[in-house]
C-alpha cells in the first residue's frame, strides 16, 4: 500500500531532523493518511479511498466527492479515483 492520496497525490517528501548541536539527519515526513468511505450523489454508491486528512477537509469545502473530482486535476488522481471521475462524468451526461 503506498503512502500517496488518492485525490490529491500528496506524498512523501524528505528533509532533515535539526539536533540542539545543529546535527542534520535525514528524515522522512509522511502525510497523514486515513481510510474513509465517501458517497458519490450522482452515482448513489460510496467508495472506501485511502486520502490524506487535509484533502478530507478539501472534499467537505467543495461538497461532496462529486464536486471535488469535478475540479481535479487528472494527473494528481489515482487511476481508482480517474475512473470514479469518467463515472460520474457519464452519469451526469446521460
Same mark, same amino acid.
Given at each position: ?5 488518492? *485525490? ?7 528533509? +532533515?531532523?535539526?539536533?540542539?548541536? +545543529?546535527?542534520?539527519?535525514? $528524515? ?21 479511498? $485511502?486520502?490524506? @486528512?487535509? @484533502? *478530507? ?11 471535488? *473530482? ?11 479515483? *480517474? ?7 457519464? @452519469? @451526469?451526461?446521460?
Amino acid at each position: 500500500m503506498s503512502r500517496r492520496c488518492e *485525490l490529491t497525490g500528496k506524498g512523501p517528501m524528505s528533509g +532533515n531532523n535539526v539536533s540542539h548541536a +545543529n546535527n542534520k539527519t535525514k $528524515r522522512r515526513f509522511l502525510p497523514n493518511l486515513v481510510d474513509v468511505t465517501l458517497a458519490s450523489e450522482t452515482l448513489g454508491r460510496s467508495y472506501k479511498l $485511502r486520502i490524506s @486528512a487535509s @484533502a *478530507l477537509r478539501s472534499v467537505d469545502h467543495r461538497g461532496g466527492l462529486d464536486a471535488f *473530482l469535478a475540479k481535479a486535476k487528472d494527473a494528481d488522481l489515482s487511476d481508482r479515483a *480517474l475512473t470514479i471521475k469518467k463515472e460520474i462524468v457519464k @452519469a @451526469a451526461a446521460a
